[in-house]
């Protein structure tokens, strides 16, 4: 499974510099709205946050082989779905002028995967004897 998140997370990592250079060029000429383009920044920010935590547990996975580092990737994907995705549809449709309010409630949940994934990688690796 080590291979495949190492994979994701150079995937999810060259995205994140694709949408965070739209981020810094793009998104700037279409609204002049700082707080979307703060969130929108976040979202990239966590998004690289999480892929490079997703890097490491494909790393460690070598040494810490375990159930719950495969949960903690899963955890991180879901995340960067949910928490960054939800922020970069969420820019969309304000950028469109259109309802926002069903998309609201999905980042947060997001951002509690990413919490939970990151405990799991902490209890992998302390429960792991030398």
């Known amino acids: 499974m080590h ?35 703060r969130s929108y920044q976040t979202a990239v920010l966590y998004q690289m946050f999480h892929v490079l935590g997703l890097l490491a547990i494909g790393i460690l996975f070598e040494k810490y082989a ?26 969309w449709l304000k950028i469109n002028g259109m309802e926002t309010r069903w998309i609201g409630p999905i980042t947060p949940v997001g951002g509690v995967l990413f919490i939970a994934g990151w405990l799991l990688l902490m209890t992998a690796v302390l429960r792991k004897k030398s």
């Open 66 to 91: 375990s159930p719950l580092l495969n949960w903690s990737g899963g955890l991180f994907l879901a995340g960067i779905f949910l928490f960054s995705g939800s922020i970069y549809v969420l820019t």
């Open 3 to 37: 291979r495949n998140f190492i994979a994701l997370a150079a995937l999810l990592g060259g995205l994140a510099v694709a949408t965070g250079a739209f981020g810094a060029h793009g998104l700037q000429r279409i609204t002049a709205d700082q707080a979307i383009i």
